[in-house]
């Protein structure tokens, strides 16, 4: 029986989903204003895994996750750069996907970007203000009247008079209570707007995911789920006016995971102590990354050093070495053992693990008993139990969490790389020896404008690759 974390309950609940063999999962993505860091990349993986599983225990799953292409950041990011604010968002959306990609993330069913639902986030608002949930401002601005919607606050835990004494009316809003949230704003002068009944404008953050996941998963769905900093405000208002349109329950399961910190801290951009997944896939590989987000429990916070993700690395190498040395026995040809009682046993104590509200950290420890297994079973020479093993690391519990998935293609393309480089490096040599200077000079130039700085020493030349960004 699979049991959830439902944040709305703040119970473990068991996972029934609205429609037998069927899960519609819906993920807040990231707002695409710059390159993911490894706190963005958490909610992807995770539950890129949890669906895996999902379908590893049988299930049909729908998952949504958008992008939010429209917002003050990127607007002043575009502006800044000079470039036109649509491009900028498509471009940083490509780039999402390249790095999703190497850190071995599945795309989704559909990755809905909220501009393409300006007309289905106008219609919502609409129905809003014709059941009284909603009204326009004499600017044109359409607010929601939280106090008009009964419950809300019940999924952040939060009440209506805790919150009034931090509510604000900020100069220049017309709302007619502090606790109101704008759907929809009047365009300032130089932004991007659309034409709507009101005025042109556009929409506010929260009904963005409303109308995306309503039109993709329908009006009820089986699971939201995001950064538990999505909680409130955004998930309290997202639910209050879904449900508040319907009349039906928005999704039966809310579920969130922790923040990544550094030094205590949450990584932010706003904070400005991040790391960027691609240069953590740089610096220490895809299965380093992703067992570091899995190795804890998802709810929990993690914290990021850079000697923790050392030790993830050392960790997956000797995992990779047991592995490889099994397989370098039988080149490309593994053959498929044949299933017994205790390939059995280990597979139901991997489903009991995630079963209990996904908890990897559980089911990672189980891998990497079997790696220790594998080791012995080969020190044995028992092949028949080292077989077993490989294929549950490798074709089962690897693939449901995407580690010891796909090659480490990785670790061959940085050997290539330093080739490259030592080779570069000698020529220049030959060429200082020639004292073809320019020449040599203008090789050392261009390797620093691309991160690579050269040492010329007594004992010859040195290069290091600085890391840009973290
Ligand atoms: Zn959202």
């Not at 990584?267 to 804890?296: E, Q, T, Y």
């Not at 490259?420 to 261009?446: C, G, H, Q, W």
Request: charged share 35%.
């Amino acid at each position: 029986m699979l049991r959830i974390m439902n944040t709305f309950t703040g119970k473990k609940e068991e996972f029934v989903p609205l429609k037998d063999g069927w899960v519609r999962m819906y993920v807040c993505g990231p707002t695409v204003y710059s390159l993911i860091h490894v706190g963005n990349a958490r909610p992807a993986v995770v539950f890129d895994a949890f669906r895996r599983y999902l379908e590893y225990r049988g299930y049909k799953v729908v998952m949504v996750q958008n992008f939010t292409d429209i917002d003050d950041k990127i607007i002043n990011r575009a502006n800044e750069l000079g470039v036109d604010w649509y491009d900028f968002a498509s471009a940083m959306i490509a780039e999402y996907f390249r790095d999703a990609n190497e850190l071995g993330i599945r795309s989704a069913n559909f990755h809905p970007r909220t501009t393409d639902y300006v007309k289905e986030i106008i219609q919502i608002i609409q129905g809003l203000i014709d059941k009284g949930y909603a009204y326009v401002a004499s600017n044109g601005d359409v607010y929601f009247s939280v106090r008009k919607f009964e419950g809300y606050g019940q999924l952040s835990g939060k009440k209506i008079e805790e919150l009034m004494a931090g509510a604000r009316i900020e100069p220049g809003e017309e709302k007619k209570d502090p606790l109101d949230f704008a759907l929809w704003k009047a365009a300032k002068p130089g932004e991007p707007w659309w034409d709507s009944p009101w005025c042109k404008g556009r929409p506010g953050w929260h009904i963005e995911c409303s109308a995306m996941s309503m039109t993709l998963l329908g009006e009820s769905f089986d699971i939201h789920a995001g950064g538990e900093d999505l909680v409130f405000p955004h998930h309290e208002n997202e639910r209050a006016q879904s449900e508040a349109y319907t009349g039906k329950i928005f999704a039966k399961y809310w579920m969130h995971n922790g923040m990544i910190r550094i030094k205590g801290e949450k990584m932010s951009k706003s904070i400005g102590n991040i790391f960027l997944i691609r240069n953590a896939l740089r610096a220490f590989g895809r299965d380093a990354v992703r067992l570091f987000l899995l190795s804890k429990h998802y709810r929990s916070p993690i914290d990021f050093s850079e000697d923790i993700m050392r030790d993830h690395k050392r960790a997956v190498e000797r995992a990779w070495e047991a592995l490889r040395k099994f397989e370098s026995r039988y080149e490309d040809l593994v053959p498929v053992p044949k299933r017994d009682q205790w390939m059995e046993e280990k597979k139901e104590a991997f489903v009991e693990a995630l079963d209990d509200d996904f908890n990897t950290p559980k089911a990672v420890a189980l891998i990497f008993d079997l790696i220790k297994e594998l080791n012995k079973a080969m020190d044995d020479g028992n092949e028949d139990k080292a077989l077993k093993i490989y294929h549950l690391i490798r074709r089962e519990f690897g693939p449901v969490l995407g580690l010891f998935d796909l090659e480490e293609e990785r670790e061959e393309a940085t050997g290539i790389e330093e080739g490259l480089l030592n080779l570069i490096v000698d020529i220049r040599s030959e060429l200082r020896k020639e004292k073809r200077f320019d020449l040599a000079d203008s090789i050392r130039d261009r390797l620093k404008d691309m991160g690579v700085i050269l040492k010329d020493t007594r004992e010859g030349t040195i290069w290091e690759v600085k890391r840009k960004n973290v």
